[in-house]
């Protein structure tokens, strides 16, 4: 059986059909995050190698909404322009992007820039459990950069996890907003982060508000 990507999933169920052959369970669902789910070309204005950028906007802006914080512009727009700016200082372009070790640095610096304080941290070493389920349960979202893949060279933002069971495996499900489209999408996290043919190489980058 041809192995299907491990991203741009829409159909949970049609995808477990494809890859792993039965539809499975749903086990478990983590309460998903209300985050923007714009494209990138409609938050920046254009279309460029600007997810990391984007998907530090988009976090910047769930947390406006999630503590009511005045301090922050309710238009999402304006955000991505002052992080793009402090971006550009960690040498972003349109050209090569950001390079993924100065996500962190750029999240905890564009906070800074509306008086918060937070605490963001890249983790090249991860775990489901640690990374996705435990981040997405304390309500914040994560920032996740991957290498190689369907997503190769790209930045998302994991919004929310299910869990499923098929034939007697549990297999994690990231609910993404990757920015190419609108909407959500869906990742395989088993697929992603032990199958080396597809990828196993990225980071999570989490938030805390201090």
Request: with cysteine; glycine share 8%.
């Amino acid at each position: 059986m041809k192995k299907k990507p491990y991203g741009g999933i829409l159909s949970i169920q049609h995808y477990l059909m494809e890859q792993y052959g039965k539809m499975g369970t749903m086990i478990k669902r983590g309460r998903p995050l209300s985050i923007n789910t714009d494209s990138m070309e409609t938050i920046s204005g254009r279309r460029t190698r600007n997810c990391s950028v984007v998907a530090v906007t988009r976090v910047i802006d769930y947390y406006r909404q999630k503590n009511e914080i005045q301090s922050i512009p309710s238009e999402i727009n304006i955000i991505y322009k002052k992080v793009e700016e402090i971006a550009e200082s960690y040498g972003y372009s349109d050209k090569h992007g950001t390079v993924p070790f100065f996500i962190s640095g750029i999240s905890r610096e564009a906070f800074k820039e509306y008086g918060i304080k937070a605490k963001c941290k890249g983790h090249y070493i991860f775990s489901f459990d640690r990374h996705i389920k435990k981040e997405i349960d304390s309500g914040r979202p994560v920032i996740m950069n991957i290498a190689r893949g369907f997503y190769k060279d790209h930045t998302i933002v994991v919004a929310g996890y299910s869990i499923w069971k098929v034939n007697g495996k549990e297999y994690p499900m990231l609910q993404v907003v990757d920015g190419w489209k609108s909407g959500f999408h869906y990742l395989d996290y088993e697929a992603f982060a032990k199958d080396i043919t597809q990828s196993i190489f990225g980071s999570f980058n989490t938030t805390y508000l201090k």
